[in-house]
């Protein structure tokens, strides 16, 4: 294998303008496995175009980009798997601007799907809304996961993140987490919450169905 097919990144000749402005105006780069490369330059330079690019968020004019062998811009964002294996950590914000949940999360179903009653289904469509909401909201998270498991005679739902992670003991004000309860405690069941700073969050709801 040659130093360049391992490289983590690749970049020629990469041009991207907005408008009359030109922000990147063909750029080389060339990044090894292990490497620690810092991109310098004055504000206006095409920092953060030249990594939106890499990262799959913004489309090049021209130029080529390989990322871990593939092109970020393959299909669009260059698929989950890929995304999986790139880690970024954003200056600021909740996590990169238009990173919806079908970008992060996995869906997983246990034991044999059977129908519910109504009510029960309702319960768990309204937690999973809620809860995937605070996920998109809050965790500035890079994978969820959604998993429903049926038991002999209950149905468990269960919506992990691996992002900030906060304090149940220390929430107040905001109506989801209490409306997942209520509702939770309507259809007979319970609701949990795992969560502690930096640790990321686990809901699970467990119904009678
Ligand atoms: N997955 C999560 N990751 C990080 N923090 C979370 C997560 N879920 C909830 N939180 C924290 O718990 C708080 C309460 O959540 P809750 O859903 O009850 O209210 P909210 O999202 O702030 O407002 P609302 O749901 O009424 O729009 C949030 O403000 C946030 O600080
Ligand atoms: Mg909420």
Redesign the pocket.
């Known amino acids: 294998m040659t130093k360049t097919a391992a490289g983590a990144v690749r970049v020629r000749g990469l041009r991207k303008g907005y408008g009359d402005a030109t922000a990147l105006c063909g750029i080389d780069l060339d990044i090894q496995r292990g490497e620690v490369f810092a991109l310098l330059g004055p504000n206006g330079a095409g920092k953060t175009t030249a990594i939106e690019i890499m990262a799959g968020y913004r489309q090049r004019d021209a130029g080529e980009v390989s990322v871990l062998g593939t092109d970020p811009a393959t299909g669009g964002r260059a698929g989950r798997c890929w995304r999986a294996r790139i880690g970024i950590v954003a200056q600021s914000g909740p996590g990169l601007p238009d990173l919806s949940i079908a970008d992060i999360a996995d869906f997983e179903v246990g034991g044999v799907p059977r129908s519910l009653a109504t009510g029960t289904e309702v319960v768990l469509l309204r937690v999973c809304q809620?809860?995937l909401?605070?996920?998109r909201?809050?965790?500035?998270?890079r994978r969820?996961v959604v998993r429903l498991a049926y038991g002999q005679d209950e149905v468990r739902l269960e919506?992990c993140?691996d992002?900030?992670?906060?304090d149940?003991a220390r929430?107040?004000?905001?109506?989801?987490?209490?409306?997942?309860r209520l509702r939770a405690a309507e259809a007979g069941g319970t609701l949990t919450?795992c969560?502690s700073p930096g640790a990321?969050?686990s809901?699970s709801v467990a119904v009678p169905g």
């Open positions: 809620e809860a909401a605070n996920v909201k809050h965790a500035a998270a969820a919506i993140d992002g900030t992670g906060f149940p929430v107040n004000g905001g109506y989801g987490l209490h409306g997942m919450v969560s990321g969050t809901v």
